[in-house]
Structures are given as structure tokens and as C-alpha cells.
């Protein structure tokens, strides 16, 4: 398994929306970036993912999981880019803060800090362990 963090603008897609998507999950679709899309396609069904709210909020406020692996994204009209599908598999105890992220040293090297305009990015397990508990404290 992987582990991702996928953005969305709260009043755009949020998780409360994502919970009401139910069991069959929703199209994570509308992304127009290269790598975000290339980093769609090597999602796997079971990978779990981070859920941030960007722009309104910026933190990570629930964790969700892969369900359909990369199909072509019918917002799409140049038939380039994908979506996966996800579903809702809990929200964090506490949301972790982007200012809270940057403080932790330990994660400086995340993509959400060196490329905040990136709307998908892969996490390495260590770094989803200290979010993990980080969304605990």
C-alpha cells in the first residue's frame, strides 16, 4: 500500500461532501496538472490518502481510500487526464494544520511544503505515521 495526499477546496469538494458520497465513493476528478495526474495514475485500489482542505482551512482533515484506480476523467475534453475513485474512510480526531506540518522538521521535505501548488502528492509511511499521530495530540 501507499500513502497520498489528495487537495480539495472545501466549497469546491469537502469532506463532509465526501462522507455523503457513501460506500461507492466519488470521481476525484478536474485535476490539470502533469505530475498531480501522473501521481493519479500510480494510485492502487487500497492506497489511503490524506484529505486537505486547501485554500479554506489548509489542513489535512480525514483520510480516504482508493477504490477505482486511474480511469480517463470526464471533465477532460482533451482525453489526457484521469481520475480515480475514493471513499470516505474516517475523519482525524484533531485536523492537522499546514503551519503545524511546516513547524515539524521531520517533515520539511513533504511535497505539500516544497511544491504547495501540487494537488496530489505521494506520502512515505514515516511521514503518515508522525500525521497520524500528530492528528491525535
Same mark, same amino acid.
Given at each position: 500500500?501507499?500513502?497520498?495526499?489528495?487537495?480539495?477546496?472545501?466549497?469546491?469538494?469537502?469532506?463532509?461532501?465526501?462522507?455523503?458520497? +457513501? !460506500?461507492? +465513493? =466519488?470521481?476525484?476528478?478536474?485535476? &490539470?496538472?502533469?505530475?498531480? =495526474?501522473?501521481?493519479?495514475?500510480?494510485? $492502487?485500489?487500497?492506497?489511503?490518502? @490524506? @484529505?486537505?482542505?486547501?485554500?479554506?482551512? *489548509?489542513?489535512?482533515? +480525514?483520510?480516504?481510500?482508493?477504490? *477505482?484506480? =486511474?480511469?480517463?476523467? &470526464?471533465?477532460?475534453?482533451? $482525453?489526457? @487526464?484521469?481520475?480515480?475513485?475514493?471513499?470516505?474512510? *474516517?475523519?482525524?480526531?484533531? !485536523?492537522? =494544520?499546514?503551519?503545524?506540518?511546516? $513547524?515539524? $522538521?521531520?517533515?520539511?521535505?513533504?511535497?505539500?511544503?516544497?511544491?504547495? &501548488?501540487?494537488?496530489?502528492?505521494?506520502?512515505?509511511?514515516?511521514?503518515? *505515521?508522525?500525521?497520524?499521530?500528530?492528528?491525535?495530540?
Amino acid at each position: 500500500m501507499q500513502y497520498w495526499l489528495m487537495k480539495s477546496e472545501p466549497d469546491v469538494w469537502s469532506i463532509d461532501q465526501q462522507i455523503k458520497a +457513501g !460506500p461507492k +465513493g =466519488a470521481a476525484w476528478d478536474g485535476v &490539470r496538472n502533469y505530475q498531480a =495526474a501522473n501521481n493519479l495514475r500510480s494510485m $492502487k485500489i487500497g492506497d489511503q490518502c @490524506f @484529505f486537505y482542505h486547501s485554500n479554506i482551512g *489548509k489542513e489535512i482533515v +480525514g483520510i480516504v481510500e482508493v477504490i *477505482k484506480e =486511474a480511469y480517463m476523467d &470526464r471533465t477532460d475534453k482533451t $482525453k489526457w @487526464f484521469v481520475a480515480v475513485t475514493v471513499k470516505f474512510l *474516517k475523519k482525524l480526531d484533531k !485536523p492537522i =494544520a499546514l503551519e503545524n506540518i511546516k $513547524k515539524n $522538521k521531520e517533515l520539511s521535505h513533504l511535497s505539500l511544503i516544497k511544491q504547495s &501548488r501540487l494537488s496530489v502528492m505521494p506520502i512515505d509511511s514515516k511521514s503518515w *505515521k508522525i500525521l497520524n499521530k500528530m492528528s491525535k495530540n
